[in-house]
């Protein structure tokens, strides 16, 4: 079956590194996704990985991937205030849709 | 602005109504997306249309149901409504169902009272 999941809260200082964690279950994903959610606001795509990709580096944003354990990853450096939102993480099921774990909402404080 | 625009951004409405949610693709986009955020449930996929046809249906109550029509915009009807069904309802679009990157509306808040 298809399932995400993701721990529910993260806080770190301004200025440290934030790493979000995820986990999925569908191995025929071919694309795992970030998305950020920040208050009262809509979906924004930050990245996406091919699953045939163990990393990928967008400024200050690195995807990590681990498919053997099924294991995705999201590390922020040089966390900034602007980046308190909550974040999803998705899978590619079939047909195209997203499948989203419930988010991780981090809080970064001053 | 990701291109994709949903209306009304906000709408109140009592048990047991039906309203009608709009959204109007990216230029160029065929498959259209609905999903539902709600605080226990979290973002559920609800249905998928590519093109005018229905492509896949995920956790859609049988009192929801869309259409996708000629010019690609969607509409997604809630009817005999519950409180239950106050959420915010996403559209997302993409190029087709295979293409990398899909994108999201603002979403609709719907309140039930």
């Known amino acids: 079956g298809e399932d995400v999941e993701q721990s529910l809260f993260l806080s770190v200082r301004e200025g440290d590194s934030s790493v979000i964690n995820c986990t999925y279950t569908d191995s025929s994903s071919t694309y795992l996704y970030w998305y950020k959610q920040e208050p009262g606001a809509g979906l924004q795509l930050l990245t996406y990985i091919f699953s045939n990709m163990d990393m990928k580096q967008d400024q200050r944003l690195t995807v990590l991937l681990n498919k053997k354990d099924k294991h995705l990853s999201l590390r922020i450096a040089d966390t900034q205030t602007g980046d308190s939102a909550i974040y999803f993480c998705?899978?590619?099921?079939?047909?195209?849709?997203?499948?989203f774990g419930q988010g991780t909402t981090l809080q970064v404080k001053p | 602005d990701s291109g994709v625009t949903q209306t009304p951004k906000h709408l109140i409405t009592a048990t047991g109504q039906r309203v009608t949610l709009r959204c109007s693709p990216r230029s160029g986009d065929l498959s259209v997306y609905w999903y539902q955020q709600s605080l226990d449930q979290g973002l559920q996929f609800l249905i998928q249309y590519y093109n005018g046809e229905e492509r896949a249906k995920g956790n859609i109550l049988e009192r929801f149901s869309a259409q996708q029509f000629p010019d690609l915009h969607s509409e997604l009807n809630l009817s005999s409504l519950e409180l239950g069904d106050s959420a915010l309802y996403f559209c997302a679009s993409s190029v087709n169902s295979g293409n990398t990157e899909a994108f999201f509306g603002q979403g609709t808040r719907l309140t039930v009272v």
């Open positions: 998705a899978e590619k099921g079939n047909t195209g849709k997203l499948i």
